[in-house]
């Protein structure tokens, strides 16, 4: 078989018990990347399938000569199919879809252009979206508000798979959890220039969504995460001294509460008794959880420094040693 030339896209495809979506799937992505003026890669990620998906892929595999074949010991998720596909990833520009057909193919050519626009990263925007509003949709809009309020990276669809971004800048983020969908938000920290556009979006024909409403809470701490590590890696007092005002003002308030005596408290008692039997022990924990954040606010502080002077000293080694 004739080798393929080097390519410049690299399409990274999770894959998890689609086999029914292969073949149409591999059929769209052919005619997405003939309509490219570079030649380009499929990387198939198989996340441990327990179908015929691998089996699928290998023919796949044998049929044409760009697609490439990554396959886990066992299953990780999707985060982690996604992280080994930008390693595996030869390309310039990697583009990022499902492999449940919901994502449109055709519209990676529009996503490339737009990078070609001078853009690191752009998000897809799946406007109108074909699925149960209650336990999709919903929960998505909400997840998507939230996170663009804390980031204050206005991108209106943060679960859309359907992304393309440069090599050199997906690359360097280390990912894990649910943060594969923080990857605009990640990005926008380190730089790098993000948009977005709208896609189109597909009813499921095959098989059965592997997403649930558990996923929220798991999305919800790891947004805790990428706040600190794109906004505060390099400052982490002004971080964990705003979750120290935040909870201070909250202890205040309800000691405020308490000395005022509203029952809320153990009836029958009065202000002052009720003061010191439930408002101030609570206060007194929350003063101790405070100091807590406020040390390790100082902590990091210092572990940042030490690191910033341990990367300048190397730095004047090495610029020693070539002079």
């Known amino acids: 078989m004739e080798r393929p030339p080097s390519p410049r896209v690299s ?87 499902d492999g449940d057909l919901q994502n449109d193919p055709a519209d990676i050519p ?24 209650v336990v999709r949709r919903l929960p998505s809009l909400a997840a998507n508000r939230l996170i663009a309020w804390v980031t204050g990276v206005p991108i209106h669809d943060t679960g859309c798979t359907l992304k393309a971004f440069r090599g050199e800048v997906v690359k360097r983020l280390p990912i894990y ?26 009813p499921r024909l095959y098989g059965h969504s592997k997403y649930g409403l558990g996923r929220m809470v798991r999305v919800a701490l790891d947004l805790l995460t990428i706040k600190m590590i794109s906004q505060f890696s390099q400052r982490p007092l002004h971080y964990f001294g705003l979750l120290s005002l935040l909870l201070l003002g909250l202890f205040t308030f309800v000691a405020v509460l308490g000395f005022l005596g509203l029952p809320y408290a153990p009836g029958g008692l009065s202000g002052p008794e ?50």
């Not at 609570?282 to 101790?288: N, R, S, V, Y």
């Not at 959880?289 to 406020?294: D, E, T």
Request: proline share 3%; with cysteine; aromatic share 6%.
């Open 11 to 97: 399409v990274v495809v999770p894959i998890f018990n689609e086999q029914e979506n292969l073949p149409l799937l591999q059929r769209e992505l052919e005619a997405a990347l003939a309509r490219l003026e570079h030649p380009a890669e499929i990387v198939y990620v198989d996340d441990r399938s327990t179908d015929g998906s691998l089996r699928v892929m290998q023919g796949l595999r044998r049929a044409d000569p760009r697609v490439r074949i990554v396959r886990f010991r066992r299953n990780y998720g999707q985060t982690a199919a996604l992280a080994a596909g930008f390693d595996a990833a030869r390309g310039d520009i990697v583009v990022t879809l």
């Open 110 to 133: 529009a996503l490339v252009a737009k990078l070609d626009e001078g853009f690191d990263v752009v998000a897809g925007w799946r406007k109108q979206r074909h699925d149960s509003f």
């Open 274 to 323: 009720r003061w010191g039997t439930a408002v101030l022990p609570i206060c007194l924990l929350g003063l101790t959880i405070v100091m807590y954040f406020a040390m390790l606010g100082l902590l990091a502080e210092l572990a940042v420094s030490a690191s910033g002077m341990h990367r300048r000293s190397a730095i004047d080694r090495l610029l020693n040693e070539l002079h």
């Open 177 to 202: 959890a649910e943060q594969h969908r923080f990857l605009p938000v990640m990005s926008r920290g380190s730089g790098a220039r993000v948009t977005e556009m709208v896609v189109n979006h597909r």
